[in-house]
């Protein structure tokens, strides 16, 4: 009797949640491409005709395009040279690495708010600088005319949010690395870069993979932050598929959006994973 | 000499950026505070950089009038609800995985892995669908399933590898002494791996808190904190996004100051 | 190929309050094998890895022959270092962990190909150079860890415990090997190791450290059979040098060793050297293969000896020799002898000890008077 029970227990413990997420993300997706391949009982590509041509499909998707690009490897670059500087110990440490954790623990549209409060009209930065007599009326950072200045101000402030996120993962890798192998390249010859370069950079290829694999998807579903700060001037995916599923009820279209970009994150995802093997991670005795 | 003060030049370098990041992760923190009780006037003044005069009557109307308040509760409810769901559901699995071999939990670790970097929230655009039929449109068990949905890889992963860490043979040993497998579990594993989920529990419920896009595509009239805040923003006048800033990150403040190392401890199991 | 010096070496934390080495002096010869032994917590390690410029001494100098090193970098010192855990970075292949150094210090192509497979095949790894570490054993890897180390042809070769994550096996063979590579490059080096059998058969000289000083260096013979303090004696040697608390006392015969249950007169010449001691208590010590059992075996070349009484105790058989534990007064002693020998428990014995390689500590400092 015991027995047999055990062979099973196994599966029905991880059923549950299997079904799960059987039921909430793969019937979501099968329903999605219902609802962009069929109209009115049949099969059409009359749903993607309407997204397409949508006058805000192309500015969109170029948009949270272009903000990846932009964003991901400036915030790679920031912080991996904030994970070198936080890995010795300093005075004040500790006071440091909770300031840089709290932007992970707010919500996008927190910290867009946050960061209106520095760059509003009215707000300090402007009132900084004009008290100091370095600007003589406020610099507008916001307004459908101001296109450009918007789009940076978004990377700005995305940066501030997410580079956290990166910089944890390759924290925790760096802590990883056994000082013995930083201490016998020290020892053979290593300056400071050739350290950096042929040893530091290469083990933390994992935690550096992990972390931009991780942030890439989410960049592609960049939704609060804009939102809240610019609105529909800088128009994205996640952005165009609320708005036609909350105010033009056009479900179909905001399917298209919303598959569109699970099916970038699906190909990046699988991108990655080509692309970065890391052979000595891949071989066994 | 040379060496020397090459090295106190690296050193003030070295200070220099930490107080660049400092002042860059701490100052729009403290400003956005400041100004989410400064009075409306003082904001606009030009001559004042920070507020002198403060008051409550933003943050009150956000939280009474403007339904702040309702939105909190919410969210709180919705965060609850998706741990409890989350964790009903992944902790078992989470303990399958973590103490038994089967063939497929290599796929399923694998899946899980996969899933949880995908992009959940998206998802809620096709719910909309099912949530019509189930009535489940505009209700808070509704936007917790969908979050739970996102938090679930997570919760069986952190799990799995919290069980891994506590020896089985605490286990056995409960076992050989009279107690049965779930006994044994309830007494022995449970009390020892209870920091570690509930740093699993508190990682869900700050995702779920701050979640936007699933909870503001379903929902209406049960808006959740974010979800409510992203509609009345559009419209409202300047000093009332500081006070909804503050609503929404105060929270996320207090935790992190309260459970700083949890938090660290904590990436380093989610991480893995 | 340098003298490494050693002058006033210290090294202090909290302000002085720990201290990990301190007032080190000590030379190393060109071309020696000096083994650094203590237990752990004696500061051996951080000698060397203050020689290695890995931690920064709080003062004194570190010479290199005529240059003096103690503030270069690890990388101007031109030394090599074999880490205990060998710190062979898993994601190069073994050719170019042991090609690092020679590529840091811009050898030409040819060149690094040549010396890698010399030092190959001095370590016998010529087939793993094209493998990744993780598919190497441990001694695998500790050998690449040596071949690397020796590739350069450094000043200074520093080795931190190697051999200690190795099987006892691998470890004898491993302790050879590596004695007589060092022989043959003639490269001045320096050796760490908590296990006493490891520095008697490797080094040249060694160098015993407690709580960071030294308290004796000579060559192994020296050191074995003229320790300066109880902690040496008992350090080195297996089993343990017995050590018995005893009184000085004129006797008619002569200066003689009041021990409980025993009186041990000594020859004029050691007595002479106790005068100042006399009826105070100082430590009798003696290593068990000094003594023998009368009438079971004989101890070659004494010159001079003498007997007391016991009973036996205990007999721990090991094959090619056996202790016999003996109960003289309230202390038992322990008697190394050839081959396997049995004695009833409980029988009576007379104990030979050789006079010319006993111990006198004194009580106080355990210092060495005789």
Redesign the interface.
């Known amino acids: 009797m015991a027995k047999k029970v055990s062979k099973y227990?196994?599966?029905l413990?991880?059923a549950?949640?299997?079904i799960?997420?059987g039921i909430?993300?793969g019937?979501?997706?099968i329903?999605?491409i219902?609802?962009v391949f069929y109209e009115n009982g049949g099969f059409s590509l009359a749903t993607i005709h309407r997204a397409v041509n949508n006058y805000y499909f192309w500015p969109a998707l170029k948009n949270t395009l272009g903000l990846a690009i932009i964003i991901l490897p400036t915030q790679l670059i920031l912080a991996l040279?904030?994970a070198l500087?936080m890995n010795k110990v300093?005075k004040?440490r500790?006071?440091?690495?909770?300031?840089?954790?709290?932007?992970m623990?707010?919500?996008?549209?927190?910290a867009g708010?946050?960061?209106?409060?520095?760059l509003?009209p009215?707000?300090?930065m402007n009132?900084?600088l004009?008290?100091l007599g370095l600007i003589h009326s406020?610099i507008q950072l916001f307004g459908y005319q101001f296109h450009t200045r918007e789009f940076l101000t978004l990377v700005f402030v995305e940066l501030?949010r997410s580079t956290v996120t990166i910089f944890?993962?390759v924290l925790?890798g760096l802590q990883m690395i056994?000082q013995?192998?930083i201490?016998?390249?020290?020892?053979?010859?290593?300056?400071y870069w050739?350290r950096l370069r042929?040893?530091l950079i290469?083990?933390l290829?994992p935690?550096i993979q992990?972390a931009l694999?991780?942030r890439t998807?989410?960049a592609?579903?960049i939704?609060?932050i804009v939102?809240?700060l610019v609105?529909r001037d800088i128009p994205v995916l996640?952005g165009e598929?609320?708005r036609q599923?909350?105010e033009i009820r056009d479900?179909g279209v905001?399917?298209v959006?919303?598959?569109l970009?699970?099916i970038m994150?699906?190909a990046i995802?699988a991108i990655y994973l080509r692309l970065t093997k890391?052979?000595?991670?891949e071989?066994?005795? | 000499m040379n060496e020397k003060t090459m090295y106190e030049l690296k050193k003030i370098g070295?200070?220099t950026?930490?107080f660049i990041?400092?002042v860059?992760?701490?100052?729009?923190?403290i400003?956005?505070i400041l100004?989410?009780f400064g009075t409306p006037e003082d904001?606009?003044a030009?001559?004042?950089?920070?507020p002198l005069h403060f008051t409550f009557e933003t943050v009150k109307m956000l939280l009474f009038t403007l339904g702040g308040w309702e939105a909190l509760k919410n969210s709180i409810i919705v965060a609850t609800l998706a741990i409890v769901i989350s964790f009903?559901?992944?902790l078992?699995?989470g303990?399958?995985?973590a103490r038994?071999i089967?063939p497929g939990?290599d796929t399923?670790k694998l899946g899980m892995l996969?899933?949880k970097?995908?992009?959940?929230?998206?998802?809620?655009?096709?719910?909309?669908?099912?949530y019509i039929r189930l009535h489940l449109l505009d209700t808070r068990l509704g936007v917790a399933?969908?979050h739970?949905?996102g938090s679930?890889?997570l919760v069986?992963l952190i799990t799995a590898s919290i069980f891994a860490g506590t020896s089985a043979e605490l286990e056995e040993a409960g076992m050989v002494f009279g107690l049965t497998r779930f006994q044994s579990f309830l007494r022995i594993t449970l009390p020892l791996a209870l920091p570690g989920l509930a740093a699993a529990a508190m990682f869900t419920f700050?995702g779920s808190?701050?979640?936007?896009?699933a909870a503001?595509?379903l929902t209406f009239k049960h808006r959740t904190l974010?979800a409510l805040?992203?509609t009345l923003?559009?419209t409202a006048p300047?000093y009332y996004?500081?006070a909804?800033?503050f609503i929404?990150?105060f929270p996320?403040?207090v935790?992190?100051?309260v459970a700083?190392k949890y938090?660290?401890s904590m990436?380093?199991i989610a991480?893995k | 190929m340098v003298e490494v010096k050693l002058e006033n070496l210290k090294k202090h934390f909290e302000n002085g309050k720990v201290k990990a080495v301190d007032n080190l002096d000590l030379t190393i010869k060109d071309g020696e094998f000096l083994v650094l032994l203590g237990p752990s917590g004696c500061g051996k390690t951080t000698t060397l890895r203050m020689i290695?410029?890995?931690e920064e001494p709080t003062g004194g100098k570190i010479l290199f022959g005529e240059r003096d090193v103690t503030y270069l970098?690890?990388?101007d010192r031109n030394?090599?270092?074999v880490?205990?855990?060998y710190?062979v970075?898993?994601?190069?292949k073994v050719y170019d962990n042991v090609a690092?150094?020679l590529k840091?210090?811009k050898y030409p192509e040819n060149e690094i190909k040549e010396r890698v497979k010399w030092v190959a095949e001095l370590l016998q790894i010529e087939e793993l150079l094209d493998?990744?570490?993780?598919?190497?054993?441990g001694g695998q890897r500790q050998r690449v860890a040596v071949a690397?180390a020796i590739v350069?042809e450094p000043d200074v070769l520093?080795m931190d415990e190697p051999l200690s994550n190795l099987d006892a096996k691998l470890r004898v063979a491993m302790r050879a090997e590596i004695k007589k590579l060092q022989t043959k490059l003639k490269v001045t080096t320096v050796y760490v190791t908590h296990d006493q059998v490891e520095a008697m058969t490797m080094g040249d000289r060694i160098a015993v450290m407690k709580s960071g000083h030294l308290l004796q260096v000579g060559p192994p013979t020296e050191v074995y059979l003229k320790p300066k303090s109880v902690f040496v004696g008992t350090f080195i040697g297996s089993p343990e040098m017995n050590l018995i608390d005893v009184s000085v006392k004129e006797t008619d015969d002569g200066i003689a060793l009041e021990g409980e249950g025993f009186v041990i007169v000594l020859p004029s010449d050691l007595g002479e050297l106790l005068r100042d001691y006399i009826n105070k208590t100082v430590i009798f010590g003696i290593r068990p293969e000094h003594m023998t059992v009368e009438g079971v075996s004989t101890l070659e070349h004494v010159k001079r000896s003498t007997t007391i009484e016991g009973v036996v105790d205990f007999i721990e058989a090991l094959g090619t020799d056996t202790i016999i534990h003996t109960k003289v007064g309230s202390s038992i002693i322990k008697i190394k002898l050839p081959g396997h020998i049995l004695l009833p428990i409980g029988q009576k014995i007379r104990i030979v000890v050789d006079l010319d390689n006993i111990h006198i500590f004194e009580k106080s400092s355990k210092n060495a008077i005789i």
């Open positions: 227990v196994p599966y413990l991880v549950p949640a299997l799960y997420l909430f993300i019937y979501p997706m329903e999605g219902k609802l040279i904030l500087a300093f004040g500790n006071i440091a690495l909770t300031l840089l954790i709290i932007p623990t707010l919500s996008d549209i927190a708010l946050i960061w209106y409060s520095m509003s009215s707000g300090f009132k900084f004009l008290n406020p501030w944890v993962i925790a056994s013995e192998y201490e016998a390249a020290e020892v053979f010859g290593a300056g050739t042929h040893i290469p083990l290829k935690s992990t694999l991780l998807i989410y592609f579903s939704f609060g939102m809240v609105g996640a598929a609320y599923v909350t479900y905001g399917a959006y919303a598959l970009i699970a994150s699906l995802g890391a052979e000595y991670l071989v066994k005795r | 070295f200070y950026l930490i990041v400092v860059w992760m701490g100052l729009p923190l400003v956005s100004y989410a904001y606009y030009p001559d004042k950089v920070i009903t559901l992944g078992p699995a303990y399958s995985i038994f089967f939990k399923i996969a899933l970097i995908f992009p959940v929230p998206i998802m809620a655009v096709p719910l909309i669908m099912l399933l969908a739970s949905a679930l890889p069986v700050v808190w701050n979640e936007v896009f503001s595509v974010p805040m992203l923003m559009e300047d996004k500081f909804a800033a929404m990150a996320a403040i935790y992190v100051a700083r938090l660290i990436w380093g991480i | 290695a410029g890995l970098p690890p990388k030394i090599s270092m880490f205990q855990s710190a970075w898993p994601h190069m690092f150094p840091i210090k493998r990744y570490p993780a598919q190497l054993s690397r350069v520093l």
